[in-house]
T-cell receptor, first 110, second 114 residues
Framework: GIQVEQSPPDLILQEGANSTLRCNFS?????LQWFHQNPWGQLINLFY???GTKQNGRLSATTVATERYSLLYISSSQTTDSGVYFC????????????FGTGTLLAVQP | ETGVTQTPRHLVMGMTNKKSLKCEQH?????MYWYKQSAKKPLELMFV???????ENNSVPSRFSPECPNSSHLFLHLHTLQPEDSALYLC?????????????FGDGTRLSIL
């Protein structure tokens, strides 16, 4: 089946720093979604991005489907950005299945 | 507010208890999903329902029994669980299981098995 790998697994930043999180997927996918899971377990949808670039405030994402990767950029990080960032790949025919990556644990220190 | 509500938020139960998790979506979607997230691991798909019919069972043990009485409600009935079943259980929905639309997640039920 499809493998979804993320890097780095852990990241510590000082408040105000920028970062790039990477998601690699092993096969062609129908779509890709980035999530932020906060310390309370809530899964927040960040981007739904099959290709190209999208921006939302301090966050942006780029997916290069032909090269099977996606990047999440966080600029001017804040302590509230802490948590786990997951990318998830959509694949399949009759049922559009979602396979989650291994996650990046981000800690932003004041 | 994602439009997907899960209850209870927290549940502690013994291995011999029977309990149920509930998920309700107010988005008019027709596909609903159960995921399990064990500690420090990614989400794993358990079940998929499309228009009330189960279309996916990802080799889930029979002590987990899903029920989808209508497109807005999804239950997960729990019976004779094991300590390794302690996890965060998340529900999601989409317009249809084969629709090219993002999944919307509830806030999850954190389950602890004593």
């Amino acid at each position: 089946g499809i493998q979804v790998e993320q890097s780095p697994p852990d990241l510590i930043l000082q408040e105000g720093a920028n970062s790039t999180l990477r998601c690699n997927f092993s096969d062609s996918v129908n779509n890709l979604q980035w999530f932020h899971q906060n310390p309370w377990g809530q899964l927040i949808n960040l981007f739904y991005i099959p290709s190209g670039t999208k921006q939302n405030g301090r966050l942006s994402a780029t997916t290069v489907a032909t090269e099977r990767y996606s990047l999440l950029y966080i600029s001017s990080s804040q302590t509230t950005d802490s948590g786990v960032y997951f990318c998830a790949a959509y694949y399949g025919g009759a049922t559009n299945k979602l396979i989650f990556g291994t996650g990046t644990l981000l800690a932003v220190q004041p | 507010e994602t439009g997907v509500t899960q209850t209870p938020r927290h549940l502690v139960m013994g291995m011999t208890n029977k309990k149920s998790l509930k998920c309700e979506q107010h988005l008019g979607h027709n596909a609903m999903y159960w995921y399990k997230q064990s500690a420090k691991k990614p989400l794993e798909l358990m079940f998929v329902y499309n228009f009330k019919e189960q279309t996916e069972n990802n080799s889930v043990p029979s002590r987990f029994s899903p029920e989808c009485p209508n497109s807005s409600h999804l239950f997960l009935h729990l019976h004779t669980l094991q300590p390794e079943d302690s996890a965060l259980y998340l529900c999601a929905s989409t317009p249809g299981a084969n629709s090219n639309q993002p999944q919307h997640f509830g806030d999850g039920t954190r389950l602890s098995i004593l």
